[in-house]
């Protein structure tokens, strides 16, 4: 076992973790919350949700400390400072204290029913289930004012997915959907692996799956636009995310995934984040 339960303290009791990233949103965390608990409540008898702030500058910390207050099954990270989504969701995993663990964008991307469809396959016994938006059974919802933008994001986001296919040996059809589970200790394993803690980690969790021989299960969803971002501001994501695939795609070559990352070693992370207890009391999200 490379970090197991030992390394960051916690026991794993059955149950399922929720790993929420999240950077200013204090209008939409209390309703993303309520809805998740929802949903897997028939299927999760003991779960947790823990939000990891990855240094918002506005009041997200504080509603999600008064929900903490007047609800046990929520917690609160916080990073000291901006460190990118695949850190905060390695420090949720580390802190989590449950066996099965999920992480997804905490705006709600998905339609219900998306997210009990891929924790299901996890209790199933798949060791990591992915959710895609481009399986057969799939669907996509798209309110009207926003059909231009969906239309341009979809059709760039095919055209990066054959990049990764093509150019990592990668056969999955959605990498960078942000919905997945994985067992715990397997979460660990993985993330330990990331060299790109921000936009592109998703990737390579897949390339580390496959260095470690750990079977990937697929699971159809429902996204559902209802905003948008600026066109600009989707360009200048795409010419990044092609500079970062090079980078990975590099490093493959060089079978970096073949090892752990020194530096997401868990007793080198320990410390970037802090929980904060219902009392508002800061203490170490990680143990000691």
């Known amino acids: 076992m490379a970090t197991g339960e030992a390394d960051s303290g916690h026991a794993t009791p059955e149950g399922v973790s929720i790993i929420l990233p999240t950077l200013n949103l204090a209008d939409g965390i209390g309703q993303t919350i309520g809805a998740l608990r929802d949903e897997l409540l028939p299927i999760a008898a003991s779960m947790e949700f823990i ?3 990855d240094g918002s500058t506005d009041d997200t910390a504080t509603v999600v400390n008064r929900l903490c207050r007047v609800t046990s099954d929520v917690r609160l990270l916080r990073n000291q400072r901006n460190l990118g989504k695949g850190v905060s969701v390695y420090l949720g995993v580390l802190a989590s ?10 705006d709600l991307p998905f339609a219900p029913g998306s997210y009990a469809r891929v924790i299901e396959r996890l209790l199933r016994g798949c060791p990591f289930a992915v959710a895609s938006r481009r399986m057969p059974d ?3 919802l798209v309110r009207m004012e926003v059909l231009g933008y969906a239309a341009r994001r979809h059709l760039i ?22 919905l997945k589970a994985f067992d715990r200790q397997v979460g660990i394993e993985l ?14 969790l897949f390339l580390a799956a496959r260095h470690m021989g750990v079977p990937v299960d697929e699971v159809p969803v429902c996204v559902a636009y209802n905003d948008f971002k600026s066109s600009v501001r989707l ?3 795409s010419s990044r995310m092609l500079v970062g695939l ?6 493959d070559r060089l079978g970096r995934y073949d090892d752990p990352n020194p530096a997401m070693a868990p007793e080198v992370v320990r410390g970037l984040a802090q929980e904060v207890l219902d009392d508002g009391v800061l203490a170490p999200a990680l143990g000691s």
Do not use: H
């Open 157 to 178: 986001g095919v055209a990066f997915n054959r990049l990764v296919r093509f150019g990592l040996r990668l056969p999955y059809r959605d990498t960078q959907c942000g």
């Open 138 to 140: 799939s669907e996509i």
């Open 235 to 237: 360009a200048a994501d």
């Open 191 to 204: 993330l330990q692996r990331v060299r790109s803690p921000r936009f592109l980690f998703d990737i390579e």
């Open 97 to 106: 204290r449950y066996s099965k663990v999920c992480f997804t964008d905490a």
């Open 51 to 53: 939000v990891v702030d």
């Open 246 to 251: 090079l980078q990975i795609w590099m490093r």
